[in-house]
């Protein structure tokens, strides 16, 4: 069992920046492929940011692409999301996820984390 904690959300003004962490608990966690998803309000979850268990490989969404970047510090149990220039359309829960397989898919995806709220002013 792997549980995932997020921390490190807020609300930001536009063109700031934010750092989300999130931390497994376990001594499993560099099995896992890691991702971020979020949830915009009244919107499906989307797919932001995903990272390989080794950390020597990362994709990203189109609309955050050049603007996100994750990390992970498998000593740490620990996965980060830095978030710069960040926009109001980026107003969502962001989410933490282990997945089995990489590229992460939702089908493939045994542990989530809770969820931490960002939101971007303008």
Do not use: H
Request: net charge positive; with cysteine; proline share 3%.
């Amino acid at each position: 069992q792997v549980q995932l904690v997020e921390s490190g959300g807020g609300l930001v003004q536009a063109g700031g920046s934010l750092r989300l962490s999130c931390t497994a608990s376990g001594r499993t966690f560099s099995r896992y492929a890691m991702g971020w998803f979020r949830q915009a309000p009244g919107k499906e979850r989307e797919f932001v940011a995903a990272i390989r268990r080794s950390g020597d490989s990362t994709y990203y969404s189109d609309s955050v692409k050049g603007r996100f970047t994750i990390s992970r510090d498998n000593a740490k149990n620990t996965v980060y999301l830095q978030m710069n220039s960040l926009k109001p359309e980026d107003t969502a829960v962001y989410y933490c996820a282990a997945g089995l397989g990489y590229p992460i898919s939702d089908y493939d995806i045994p542990y989530w984390g809770k969820g931490t709220l960002v939101t971007v002013s303008s």
